[in-house]
């Protein structure tokens, strides 16, 4: 195997759907638990997580006049929730219904004197179970779940140094919770009209705080084609959107998701797969920002614009 095949593995969607779908539920409800103590920040950011050396994480969260921490951690398969003032507790990961995972969640806050006041459904899922009542999510595979973490860490890499070239308002890249999909956004400055709504048990406010600026938006999604895919698409869409041609060889747009898309795999077996997603991320993000006639020149800069500075 090649280093390119090793780093970036192969984990067929339809080989993982059952570890997959209860994955998600239980990264719901630790993105829930974040979001009950997290201030709002713009666009929903607060609620998101992080990829780590090990797994997903919520980061710091305020707590009182401390914070806690919950990380999934795919390598050693267990949830780890740290408190800066109460100590330590762990949940396995390990096969087990949604609603065993949530009580068991749950015990261990309590026991670290966490509150956590959350809604206890799944969104943007049709059906949505209640986490307490869901034993049809129950599968855990290992394997699996790394193979997904290490997907997650090169998207995460690659679209880390895609926005390092912009300068405007540009989000973290971050785990969201509710599409289980990892997400960058870049924002032109400017005001875009109210977004429609529509999302599967998600309140359609949720969406309009979520598009409120003109925005180009990039990330990685585990669930759709062979392997994943990469995608690219605006809000709003201007006009011409869909025609602008984007790289590498394999990439397309889909009426379906009106979006642009780079299939993972294809990605995977490029000779140089950091390459082929980074000319995806440019070329497609070109498209909105030319089609919409964004400020490149004030949003954009070279991020080794310093490299060759003395040192001080």
Known sequence: MTTSTTNWPSLRVGDWTPTRETVHMWTQIVGKIRMAHAPLVNHWWQVALYVTPRGLTTSAVPYGTGAFEIEFDFLAHRLEIRSSDTGTRTVPLRPMPVAEFYARVMA?????????????????????????????????????????????????????????????????????????????T????????????????????????????????????????????????????????????????????????????LPYEVARAAPDPDRAVAEFLHSSYEAAANRGYWDRLGLEDDPFRWRHTPAT
């Open 108 to 184: 261990a806050l309590d026991e670290l004197a966490i509150e956590a006041p959350i809604r206890p459904h799944p969104n943007e899922v049709d059906p949505a179970i209640p986490f307490a009542e869901d034993h049809v999510h129950d599968s855990y595979d290992r394997e699996s779940a790394a193979l997904f973490w290490r997907q997650l860490l090169q998207a995460n890499r690659v679209i880390g140094e895609f926005r390092s070239h912009f300068v405007g308002k540009v989000s973290p890249v971050h785990f969201f919770w509710g599409g289980m999909d990892l997400a960058c």
């Open 186 to 261: 870049r924002f032109s400055g400017r005001p875009a009209p109210p977004h429609p709504g529509g999302v599967p048990n998600c309140g359609d406010w949720v969406m309009v705080e979520g598009y409120s600026r003109e925005l180009s938006s990039c990330g990685f999604w585990p669930g759709g084609g062979e392997e994943g895919a990469f995608y690219s698409y605006a809000y709003p869409g201007p006009d011409g959107f869909a025609d602008h041609p984007v790289a590498p060889e394999g990439a397309f747009w889909s009426p379906e998701f009106q979006q642009f898309l």
